[in-house]
């Protein structure tokens, strides 16, 4: 495909990408630098659509946030709470049972379970909610707890990290998310998340799950304080393991929203950024199948466009974020299936439901 670049130094990026070559750490830094977002976006949807042409998935899914009660109180969060804090709660197992019955006739094939770091539950506590989940949805998998509650278990039930994973994986784990990680970088963990595991510790606990034959996704918190630099080392860092590991499954960009924060000063991403993120993600990560524009961070309509942008999946229906929309985030809480093909559709996509693992699910509809 012939491309006529505003910026004459994206065409020895687009001849690497031609010839199947790797992207160097100054191609990723200028790709962020560049002020032809056309020119590096049909790049980005070169790589896309040799990957999955015309198809643009999405998936039925459920989030179960357990709780908000957090000890480590990150300077970007506007989830978390104190004990006794106004608005702190607590999931108990049941309830969570009772959550999931209430949605039990929808065709819901994955949930997401993260929360809080909160002392007063026990590790058996995971264990019975795993358990719970898997017996209420059988045939959904259960995508829960990022590397670093998987650090915070492994430390409350005295176990080695792999002998949890294994023993969480025994109660029904399928799959983990990719949060946690934010920045790969020791100048922003200090700053924002001094409480939480550190980069390398991430790295060391998601290689574990890999080997034990969990998928994850990985994800890049942007839009604080990182620079340019440190994004596109945190690209690099994800991509060098996932050569090891083969592992990741998805990447997701994630656009910081500073609303009731510590961090209320920032700005809003603008969507010259975002897009960027997306293009950066699928020309970077060459060894990454699926890179996902989550609508729920940049809106269903900034989410249409960078699926022209590199993204080839709009993540799914998320009954019920809370996350994001406690730190202002202005998009819906949940979408159903059909504004969810909608959305590809009007795109110029064709839709494809998917489960967790990108096996397609029997279509329901048929669109031209």
């Avoid at 065709?107 to 264990?127: C, K, M, R, S, T």
Wanted: proline residues 2%; charged residues 25%; hydrophobic residues 40%.
């Amino acid at each position: 495909m012939q491309i006529t670049f505003m910026d004459k130094r994206l065409e020895s990026i687009y001849a690497k990408v031609l010839k199947n070559s790797r992207l160097s750490k100054e191609d990723g830094i200028y790709i962020y630098e560049t002020h032809d977002l056309i020119g590096i976006g049909q790049i980005a949807n070169h790589v896309r659509r040799s990957l999955h042409g015309n198809k643009a998935f999405y998936i039925y899914n459920q989030h179960l946030n357990y709780t908000n009660v957090c000890k480590n109180r990150c300077r970007f969060c506007a989830y978390a709470r104190g004990d006794n804090e106004k608005g702190a709660y607590v999931w108990s197992v049941e309830e969570i049972e009772k959550r999931l019955m209430e949605r039990i006739d929808e065709p819901v094939n994955e949930l997401h379970i993260v929360g809080g770091l909160n002392d007063a539950l026990n590790f058996d506590y995971f264990i019975n909610l795993l358990k719970t989940v898997k017996k209420v949805r059988p045939n959904a998998t259960i995508k829960a707890f990022t590397c670093v509650e998987i650090d915070y278990l492994s430390n409350l039930a005295g176990l080695s990290i792999e002998e949890t994973i294994q023993r969480l994986k025994d109660a029904g784990l399928g799959m983990m998310p990719g949060g946690g990680a934010e920045v790969l970088n020791s100048r922003v963990h200090e700053a924002l998340f001094p409480k939480k595991i550190g980069h390398k510790r991430w790295l060391e606990i998601v290689r574990a799950v890999h080997k034990a034959g969990i998928k994850t996704n990985a994800t890049l918190l942007y839009g604080h304080i990182e620079t340019i630099e440190e994004r596109v080392d945190h690209l690099i860092a994800l991509r060098q393991l996932q050569d090891e590991t083969a592992g990741f499954s998805a990447f997701i960009p994630l656009a910081f929203h500073s609303e009731n924060t510590e961090l209320s000063h920032i700005p809003p991403t603008t969507a010259m950024d975002d897009l960027k993120n997306v293009a950066a993600a699928r020309l970077m990560l060459d060894n990454f199948d699926h890179i996902k524009a989550y609508w729920v961070m940049i809106g269903e309509k900034l989410a249409q466009v960078a699926l022209s942008f590199g993204a080839d999946d709009l993540d799914g229906t998320i009954i019920e974020e809370r996350i994001t929309h406690t730190a202002g985030a202005t998009s819906a809480t949940g979408l159903t299936k059909d504004q969810m093909e909608d959305m590809i559709v009007s795109a110029g996509f064709e839709p494809v439901e998917r489960d967790s693992f990108y096996h397609p699910i029997n279509k329901l509809r048929e669109y031209k």
